[in-house]
């Protein structure tokens, strides 16, 4: 069965960097594009970017162009999103998600566990 | 940029009651490209409804989508008790892909 495990928790300080990996398994890993969608502590759902595992491609969303990078390890099976120049308002839980299918015409069907960050000096 | 409105933010019940929930987008959404999720505290989002009114695999049938263009509606037609949770709806299949603030469906 398809699964998505990502790193652990972790903690910086303003101004800092974040990378959160998101190992896949169960399935073949350039079938599906992968998603990163993030909430805010008691917040709702917020969608970062996306990465197209074949090759590589990404679309940010706008608010997040120029301080977010999406990246893929086909050996390990692995997704990779880096954050830049942090803020206190990046604390947030962090998912990865994939589609059940390789349209991009398809919902979320899975989920990672979600990796808490925490921004604060 | 498509933003989705959820009505009401929050929904207090009773375990057997009804529960519609309003998801209201400020442009069409095309190809009725809309989901709803639940979430539970501490738990990733779980895929309910896709399409506006497909179910995803192991939902119960007591969990109905509809709508189409700007209005959808997520309706439970009988609460149990595991259903009390934050549903989101999602609008998917271009960018930028969003969500709505979510409502709260809460025991009474």
């Not at chain 2, 490209?33 to 539970?40: C, H, I, N, P, T």
């Not at chain 2, 700007?70 to 969003?98: K, M, Q």
């Amino acid at each position: 069965q398809v699964q998505l495990v990502q790193s652990g928790a972790d903690l910086k300080k303003p101004g800092a960097s974040v990378k959160v990996s998101c190992k896949a398994s169960g399935y073949t890993f350039t079938s599906f594009f992968l998603h990163w969608v993030r909430q805010a502590p008691g917040q709702g759902l917020e969608w970062m970017g996306m990465i197209n595992p074949n090759g590589g491609d990404t679309v940010y969303a706008q608010k997040f162009r120029g301080r977010v990078t999406m990246t893929r390890e086909t050996s390990t099976s692995t997704f990779q999103i880096e954050l830049n120049s942090l803020r206190t308002e990046d604390t947030a839980v962090y998912y990865c998600a994939s589609p059940d299918c390789s349209s991009l015409t398809c919902p979320l069907d899975y989920w990672g566990q979600g990796t808490l960050v925490t921004v604060s000096s | 940029e498509i933003v989705l409105t959820q009505s009401p933010a929050t929904l207090s019940l009773s375990p057997g009651e009804r529960a519609t929930l309003s998801c209201r987008a400020s442009q069409s959404v095309r190809s009725n490209y809309l989901a709803w999720y639940q979430q539970k505290p501490g738990q990733a989002p779980r895929l309910v409804i896709f399409a506006a009114s497909s179910r995803a695999a192991g939902i119960p049938d007591r969990f109905s989508g509809s709508g189409s263009g700007t209005d959808f509606t997520l309706t439970i037609s009988s609460l149990e008790p595991e259903d009390f949770a934050v549903y989101f709806c999602h609008r998917y299949g271009s960018s930028p892909w969003t969500f709505g603030q979510g409502t709260k469906v809460e025991i009474k």
